[in-house]
């Protein structure tokens, strides 16, 4: 069960999308959670080797690792983050590559 009431359990829907992206040829699935004025929440998975090519950065957001590793890149740096890991994303065009079968919440600031 994903959901319970309004409480979304996000570990389990990151082994549901897991199974979605081994199953699509892009190697990846994503459900948002939360979509309200101020925020959005959206929980991607990543199969290993899989990416978000580059793109454009929102005005404020975060990714936070629910499972596996993944690489957030710019043109000028790499992090490596692993299940557990909050990072802001950077205020620049910027990327993610799936290192093994990952998924992560993304989160975004709205306005």
């Known amino acids: 069960m994903t ?3 309004d409480v979304v359990v996000v570990s389990t829907l990151a082994g549901e999308l897991l199974a979605e992206a081994r199953e699509n040829p892009a190697g990846r699935a994503a459900r948002t959670v939360v979509s309200g004025t101020s925020q959005r929440a959206t ?3 990543l199969i290993a080797g899989a990416e978000l090519s580059e793109h454009q950065a929102p005005a404020a957001a975060t990714i ?3 499972a596996g590793q993944v690489w957030l890149y710019t043109a000028a740096r790499e992090w490596r983050l692993t299940e557990g890991d909050l990072v802001a994303v950077p205020p620049e065009r910027h990327g993610v590559r799936a290192e093994d079968d990952a ?6 600031a709205l306005r």
Request: proline share 0%; glycine share 6%; aromatic share 0%.
């Open 43 to 45: 929980v991607i998975a």
């Open 103 to 108: 998924a992560v919440l993304l989160t975004v």
């Open 3 to 5: 959901v319970r009431g």
């Open 64 to 66: 936070q690792v629910i």
